[in-house]
Nanobody, 126 residues
Framework: AQVLVQSGGGSVQAGGSLRLSCAASGFKGDNYWAWFRQAPGKEREGVAAISRFGRSTYYADSVKGRFTISQDNAQRTLSLQMSSLKPDDTAMYYC????????????????????WGQGTQVTVSS
């Protein structure tokens, strides 16, 4: 079975940093990988992603320059380094994976992903 297990997260003051990790098991070949977040009362939004071929990275405008997505060469651990955190970054964060996408423009669309981590809370206080 394809499983994603998340770790990291927690509480931090504004301006601080946190790192999220997502351990993948049961995956074969290459996939698209991404981080999403969902705040109370809001839709799940794409934060960052890595493409299947070429390993290009994609970021939501709201996190560009502050968040960095990375993955080890064996594609076993996906990470999200978050810096200069803001209260607006407070949310439940999820890692996700999918084998194929209809179009690269969908890489930050939650509906395109079919394997999800359990979620981890990130709280940023002002």
């Amino acid at each position: 079975a394809q499983v994603l297990v998340q770790s990291g997260g927690g509480s931090v003051q504004a301006g601080g940093s946190l790192r999220l990790s997502c351990a993948a098991s049961g995956f074969k070949g290459d996939n698209y990988w991404a981080w999403f977040r969902q705040a109370p009362g809001k839709e799940r939004e794409g934060v960052a992603a890595i493409s299947r071929f070429g390993r290009s990275t994609y970021y939501a405008d709201s996190v560009k320059g502050r968040f960095t997505i990375s993955q080890d060469n064996a594609q076993r651990t996906l990470s999200l380094q978050m810096s200069s955190l803001k209260p607006d970054d407070t949310a439940m964060y999820y890692c996700a994976a999918v084998k194929t996408l209809g179009a690269i423009a969908d890489i930050l669309q939650a509906a395109r992903y079919n394997i999800w981590g359990q979620g981890t809370q990130v709280t940023v206080s002002s």
